[in-house]
């Protein structure tokens, strides 16, 4: 059976919304003979990051995979695909903000970084555990579900002040 897992929803809100807020603004405040422009490449920048953000993985019975979009070919993310057979084991490196990186580590061994920002993690956990029996207690997300949630809120909070600012400026003066 296929099951797909798609990025992280708190992940994707969180660089959509950050984004809208770092750049939203801009069409606003550009110069005339500038506003067709940043309008232009605004709208292109957020069609690149919607794009960026829809990668997902794939499980079957014989083998993983992660399938990325075109766009993000161009920028250097690759697909991968490892069949289950061929996990040796895992290993896990610290990162700076104190969490931890996973690599599925194959008999070849080559390197394959496990997805950590997907949706229904436990079932993909459980499922990589069933295929490889290769012991998955310490993985987990990679940052706290909060983080991206906060995230997510400052910058809607961003975008609603920038909104009542832009609003303010064109009514008042």
């Known amino acids: 059976m296929i ?13 959509i919304t950050l984004y809208l807020a770092l750049t939203f603004p801009i069409p606003f405040f550009s110069n005339e003979k500038l506003k067709i422009f940043s309008i232009i490449t605004f709208v292109l920048g957020l069609f690149l ?23 993000s070919k161009i920028f250097g993310k690759k697909n991968w695909e ?10 896990s490196f610290p990162t700076s ?20 920002r997907i949706e229904n993690f436990e079932r993909f956990l459980s499922i990589v555990k069933k295929k490889t029996k290769l012991r998955i207690q310490e993985i987990s997300y990679i940052s706290p579900l909060w ?11 961003m975008i ?9 400026k064109y009514y008042l003066y």
Request: with cysteine; hydrophobic share 50%; proline share 1%.
């Open 3 to 15: 099951e797909k897992f798609k990025t992280l929803f708190f992940v994707k809100s969180s660089l």
């Open 97 to 116: 903000q104190g969490s931890k990186v996973h690599y599925f580590i194959t008999n070849n061994d080559e390197s394959f970084l496990m997805p950590q």
């Open 49 to 71: 990051i919607i794009n960026i953000t829809n990668d997902f993985v794939k499980t079957c019975d014989t083998k993983i995979s992660f399938e990325t979009s075109f766009i």
């Open 82 to 91: 490892i069949f289950w057979k061929d996990i040796r084991f895992i290993k």
């Open 147 to 157: 983080t991206y949630k906060l995230l997510t809120f400052l910058s809607v909070v």
């Open 160 to 168: 609603i002040l920038e909104i009542i600012f832009l609003l303010f």
